[in-house]
């Protein structure tokens, strides 16, 4: 039996759909139809082509391809781009084991956030957060600032000071303010 209690295919019927059209086909073999037919010849003549990634689910990965992950994963932009050297593996395995061994790309900053004035700060924040691993979700829970490190940076129009200052206390470090007068 085949899939979904269909039965499978012999040798002889996939002879005679092969050299038979559809309509002609299924009237000699009883119980196939022509759509049946007409798609079994499709199949025997167009096999599916071969997975691209070699390394299925479960796939091993080798001590050489660790070792190229750890050397690299922290500086890639996109994990895509790890699959030049990777190519046994798509991205989500490559995502995957490398969390599975710790590994944690590098943060510098929101490409798309315009660094100017007082946003360098919440930037600066926002980087430092994702560097030591904390989640700005659980960054603004404790410090009891709403979501305002998670929210979206084209929306913000005004800076919350007491937020930053919590921030910066809670990071260990100092605000400065330097007057260069002249």
């Known amino acids: 039996m085949g899939i979904n209690g269909t039965r499978s295919w012999t040798a002889e019927e996939d002879a005679i759909v092969l050299k038979m059209k559809a309509t002609a086909a299924s009237k000699r073999l009883k119980g196939r139809t022509r759509a049946a037919c007409n798609t079994r010849r499709n199949s025997l003549r167009n096999p599916e082509p071969k997975p691209m990634n070699p390394a299925g689910p479960g ?72 560097q030591d691993g904390i989640p700005l979700c659980k960054i603004d829970g404790l410090l009891k600032t709403g979501r305002y490190f998670m929210e979206n940076w084209r929306r913000q129009r005004k800076v919350n000071l007491r937020a930053v200052a919590r921030a910066i206390e809670f990071f260990g470090g100092t605000l400065v303010i330097d007057w260069r007068d002249r």
């Open 59 to 130: 796939a091993r990965w080798t001590a050489e391809e660790c070792k190229i992950l750890r050397a690299r994963y922290s500086t890639a932009k996109r994990t895509s781009d790890l699959m030049a050297f990777l190519p046994r593996f798509t991205p989500f395995q490559i995502r995957s084991k490398a969390r599975h061994m710790g590994l944690r790309r590098e943060f510098f900053g929101d490409s798309d956030v315009p660094i100017v004035g007082h946003i360098e700060l919440i930037d600066q924040i926002r980087l430092r957060a994702k």
